[in-house]
């Protein structure tokens, strides 16, 4: 079982930058893909992207790509969401999952963090 937490979220302007970590704990890092989502007050919790176990594979959400980059480094236990040019959409808590199969379904998931806020002024 993984035990998720996330960090790194908090208030900045748009056009401004800020990189999530989530940390793991629990069963073996390097066996779980991990992933990223979000959720608006208001609106479901969405895909933003997704990372292989050994992290050749990535995947994004369109509204993202382009702006964000997912990377992992299993030797620390971590997952990172690096976050550019940020827009007042990308406003959300911000989850990190684990799973391990391979997916982009919410449902797909087994495994969840806390969340942290993003909010991104205009």
């Known amino acids: 079982q993984a035990q998720l937490v996330e960090s790194g979220g908090g208030l900045v302007q748009a056009g401004g930058s800020l990189r999530l970590s989530c940390a793991a704990s629990?069963?073996?890092?390097?066996?779980?893909?991990m992933g990223w989502f979000r959720q608006a007050p208001g609106k479901e919790r969405e895909f933003v992207g997704a990372?292989?176990?050994?992290?050749?594979?990535?995947n994004y959400a369109d509204s993202v790509k382009g702006r964000f980059t997912i990377s992992r480094d299993n030797a620390k236990n971590t997952v990172y969401l690096q976050m550019n040019s940020l827009k007042p959409e990308d406003t959300a808590v911000y989850y990190c999952?684990?799973?391990?199969?391979?997916?982009?379904?919410?449902?797909?998931?087994?495994?969840w963090g806390q969340g942290t806020q993003v909010t991104v002024s205009s």
């Open positions: 999952a684990a799973t391990t199969g391979w997916t982009t379904r919410l449902d797909g998931f087994q495994y």
């Open positions: 990372i292989s176990r050994s992290g050749a594979i990535r």
């Open positions: 629990g069963r073996t890092f390097s066996s779980y893909a």
